[in-house]
């Protein structure tokens, strides 16, 4: 395993993910969920919904040392009915004093939209990610982490149990393709490589209201938490 990621989210609102918006507990009430993925992209894209999120991670693909970053998304559509979607701010540098040196306050914008199909029981997700990006040092901007990527992106929820939440009660897939920083290094330094490579992720409750996460982001192994 080349490296293992932490998520933590706090969520806002009473939506998460496509699920939530159709599954309700026995008191009618909308179910949340933690993350399903790590760094891969999913994102509900539901009017109203607020999430911010911190990451932490044993490593970035610039270097070795420990970093984190932080995100606030706003869903904008209603992917049950038309089409979802939602923008992403992220902040990929929190601080000089660790980590990734000379990056704090660098971040992006990212945009998605969305569409329930087949009962509203799969998610099929397109966007773009740093579509518009800003700070850390000259030399950096150019670096396959920043670099605009685009993505398509599919989710399933396997549910095994009445007791949403309790543990291994549902399985999680995440499956898509993207360019951009979903490329492995050698592939991206290919003149004239336009292609996609593929990422997926994994996702099961271990305890209530936490989820434990293992993905291929399309150049590494992660394997991580998230709670809310």
Request: charged share 15%; hydrophobic share 35%; no cysteine.
């Amino acid at each position: 395993m080349k490296s293992i990621h932490v998520i933590f989210l706090a969520l806002l609102s009473n939506v998460v993910f496509a699920q939530g918006v159709v599954q309700k507990n026995s008191d009618n009430k909308r179910l949340i969920y933690p993350s399903f993925t790590l760094q891969n992209p999913l994102s509900p894209g539901t009017l109203g919904t607020i999430i911010l999120a911190g990451v932490v991670q044993e490593k970035t693909r610039l270097g070795n040392k420990p970093d984190g970053s932080a995100e606030l998304y706003l869903g904008l559509g209603k992917p049950e009915n038309l089409v979802g979607a939602g923008v992403t701010l992220r902040i990929y540098g929190l601080t000089n004093s660790m980590g990734e040196q000379d990056n704090a306050g660098k971040g992006s914008l990212n945009f998605h939209i969305n569409r329930l199909l087949f009962s509203e029981k799969l998610l099929v997700d397109v966007g773009i990610e740093n579509a518009v990006s800003w700070g850390g040092p000259e030399g950096s901007r150019s670096y396959i982490t920043y670099k605009p990527s685009t993505y398509v992106a599919a989710n399933y929820l396997f549910s095994f149990s009445s007791k949403t939440g309790e543990p291994f009660s549902y399985l999680s897939l995440t499956a898509g393709a993207g360019n951009g920083y979903f490329k492995q290094d050698g592939h991206s330094k290919k003149p004239g490589n336009n292609s996609f490579d593929p990422f997926f992720s994994l996702a099961t409750p271990v305890i209530k209201t936490t989820n434990l996460i293992a993905e291929w982001n399309g150049y590494d192994v992660g394997l991580g938490v998230s709670s809310i």
